[in-house]
Nanobody, 127 residues
Framework: QVQLVESGGGLVQPGGSLRLSCTAS????????IAWFRQVPGKEREGVSCISASDTSTYYSDAVRGRFTISRDKSENTVYLQMNSLKPDDTAVYYCATDHTFGRSCFGYEHMDMPYRGKGTRVTVSS
């Protein structure tokens, strides 16, 4: 059974950092693209970042490029999102997701149907 569980959210001041974790069970993440999305109530989901199968490429939205870094720890079967220089506009519920297609690239991930997702972790950036 494919499961994803996020953790690491919280309250942080502007300019601060957080590291989100997405731990998978039921499959080996290395063979699949894993994406991070965020959502604010009343708005569409926003693609934040994605790491392709076998770490062949990484993608970032314009809003977070240069501040966020996605990575994968194969031994922990976990994908991380390191978030630095956080801004109030980064406030959202962040969740990880995959479409569980073997060898998938992240190209176009923002518009992909990714039915396997976690419940999310809330990030609040405020002074």
């Amino acid at each position: 059974q494919v499961q994803l569980v996020e953790s690491g959210g919280g309250l942080v001041q502007p300019g601060g950092s957080l590291r989100l974790s997405c731990t998978a069970s039921g499959f080996t993440t290395d063979f699949y693209a894993i994406a991070w999305f965020r959502q604010v109530p009343g708005k569409e989901r926003e693609g934040v970042s994605c790491i392709s199968a076998s770490d062949t490429s990484t993608y970032y939205s314009d809003a977070v490029r240069g501040r966020f870094t996605i990575s994968r720890d194969k031994s922990e079967n976990t994908v991380y999102l390191q978030m630095n220089s956080l801004k109030p506009d980064d406030t959202a519920v962040y969740y990880c997701a995959t479409d569980h297609t073997f060898g998938r690239s992240c190209f176009g991930y923002e518009h992909m149907d990714m039915p396997y997702r976690g419940k999310g972790t809330r990030v609040t950036v405020s002074s």
